[in-house]
Nanobody, 119 residues
Framework: QVQVVESGGGLVQPGGSLRLSCAASGSIFSINAMGWYRQAPGKERELVATITSGGSTNYVDSVKGRFTISRDNAKNTAYLQMNSLKPEDTAVYYC?????????????WGQGTLVTVSS
């Protein structure tokens, strides 16, 4: 069983910064990819950024140049550095992890962390 825990959310003013963390623990042989998604009130969950085990990254257009995803493979942890935050970035941010266990490729999600951008 694998647990994913997000942290680092909170209230920040427009133009401010936050750093989210996503830590995976449990029965993991290897992690293939990790991703950040977000869901704003009344909207569908959307992809924010992903990172592969080799470090390749992908971002939704609305965050390019402002957000940076990174990972520490030794700690099974991914980070999302968010700069120049805007009110429209307000959402619950979720982390997901694609990992390998017992020869299977599996996906698990965290519970989410709330980010509120407001003055």
């Amino acid at each position: 069983q694998v647990q994913v825990v997000e942290s680092g959310g909170g209230l920040v003013q427009p133009g401010g910064s936050l750093r989210l963390s996503c830590a995976a623990s449990g029965s993991i042989f290897s992690i293939n990819a990790m991703g950040w998604y977000r869901q704003a009130p009344g909207k569908e969950r959307e992809l924010v950024a992903t990172i592969t085990s080799g470090g390749s990254t992908n971002y939704v257009d609305s965050v390019k140049g402002r957000f940076t995803i990174s990972r520490d493979n030794a700690k099974n942890t991914a980070y999302l550095q968010m700069n120049s935050l805007k009110p429209e970035d307000t959402a619950v941010y979720y982390c997901n992890v694609y990992y390998v266990f017992a020869g299977q490729s599996l996906l698990t999600w965290g519970q989410g962390t709330l980010v509120t951008v407001s003055s």
